[in-house]
């Protein structure tokens, strides 16, 4: 069973930084697209970035572009998303996610991780 494990969620400050880590199991295969999404209470599932794994190219969405970057390891076959100025907005559970084609749409991705939590708060 093919698995992303996400890591290095936590409760933070406005302003602070914070690295969140993806590590796929090996059945994923490494020309897939990696993603991450965010979900706060009550509001749908909506896209952060995503990265294709062979030549790096990254997309961002607008709310997180300048602020965010997305970035993968290859010999680890982890994909990170490293995120700056941290803004209250920016709280909810953020997923990656693993698919064949670079798109903003959730349902099209082959696999999740479980999620994990980013708090931001004074």
């Known amino acids: 069973q093919a698995q992303l494990v996400e890591s290095g969620g936590g409760l933070v400050q406005p302003g602070d930084s914070l690295r969140l880590s993806c590590a796929a199991s090996?059945?994923?295969?490494?020309?897939?697209?990696r993603a991450w999404f965010r979900q706060a209470p009550g509001k749908e599932r909506e896209p952060v970035g995503v990265?294709?794994?062979?030549?790096?190219?990254?997309y961002y969405a607008d709310s997180v572009k300048g602020r965010f970057t997305i970035f993968r390891d290859i010999p680890k076959n982890t994909v990170y998303l490293q995120m700056e100025n941290l803004k209250p907005e920016d709280t909810a559970t953020y997923y990656c996610?693993?698919?064949?084609?670079?798109?903003?749409?959730?349902?099209?991705?082959?696999?999740w991780g479980q999620g994990t939590q980013v708090t931001v708060s004074s």
């Open positions: 996610a693993a698919g064949r084609w670079a798109t903003w749409k959730p349902e099209q991705y082959d696999y």
């Open positions: 990265i294709s794994w062979s030549a790096g190219n990254t």
């Open positions: 090996e059945r994923i295969f490494s020309t897939h697209i």
